[in-house]
C-alpha cells in the first residue's frame, strides 16, 4: 500500500466529516443550540491540518507498516461507529442543545469522550504507520493540550462535574 493513497483516503474522509459537521452545526444551531469553546477551535483545527499537511511532506516514498495500518482500519471502524451513534448531533464544534440529554447509545455507554480517544488514537498511529516516531510524539503531544482544554469546555458546556472520572460527550 502506498503513502499517497493513505493519505488521500484519509484527506477525503477528513473533508467529508468536515461538510457533515457544517450541516449538523447548522442545524443544531437553527434547533436553538448554541456554540461553546469557539477560542480553541481554529487552534484545533491547524494542529489537525498541520499534522496531516506534514504527512503529506514527510510520508510518501516512506515504508507502510501493513500491521499498523490494519491498527489504524480498527481505528476507523471505532470512528464511524461514534458519528453514527451521534447522527445528526456529531459535529467538530461544541454546540449544547438544551434540554437534549447526553448520549448513552454505542461507545458512549463505555466511554466518556470516545470521538477524543479515536482521534488520539489516528493522530499517533498514521505517523508510526510511516515509521515517524517522533511526528507521532510530538503531534500527540499538542494534541493531548487541545484536548485538554476542549474536554474541560465541554463538560463545563455540558454541565458535567469536574470530579468525576468519566468524561461525557
Known amino acids: 500500500m502506498d503513502a499517497i493513497l493513505i493519505l488521500g483516503f484519509v484527506t ?3 473533508l467529508g466529516e ?11 444551531l437553527a434547533r436553538g443550540g448554541h456554540e461553546v469553546g469557539r477560542g480553541h477551535y481554529p487552534f484545533m483545527v491547524a494542529l489537525h491540518a498541520l499534522w496531516l499537511a ?23 471502524v471505532m470512528r464511524v461507529w461514534v458519528i453514527a451513534s451521534l447522527g445528526r448531533r456529531w459535529t467538530t464544534r461544541i454546540i449544547v442543545l438544551p ?6 447509545r454505542g461507545p458512549y455507554r463505555f466511554l466518556a469522550h470516545p470521538n477524543y480517544v479515536v482521534v488520539a488514537a489516528e493522530i499517533a498511529m498514521l ?16 494534541n493531548a493540550l487541545i484536548l485538554w482544554v476542549r474536554i474541560r469546555t465541554e463538560n463545563a458546556a455540558l454541565g458535567i462535574g469536574a470530579a468525576r472520572l468519566e468524561m461525557r460527550a
Do not use: D, E, H, K
Open 18 to 28: 468536515l461538510v457533515l459537521s457544517n450541516r449538523n452545526t447548522a442545524r443544531l
Open 12 to 14: 477525503l474522509q477528513r
Open 99 to 104: 434540554q437534549a440529554p447526553l448520549l448513552r
Open 127 to 142: 505517523p508510526l504507520i510511516f515509521g515517524l516516531t517522533g511526528y507521532a510524539v510530538l503531534f500527540s503531544a499538542a
Open 54 to 76: 506534514g504527512l503529506w511532506w514527510l510520508a510518501p516514498g516512506r515504508p507502510v507498516s501493513v500491521i499498523l495500518l490494519v491498527v489504524y482500519g480498527l481505528l476507523q
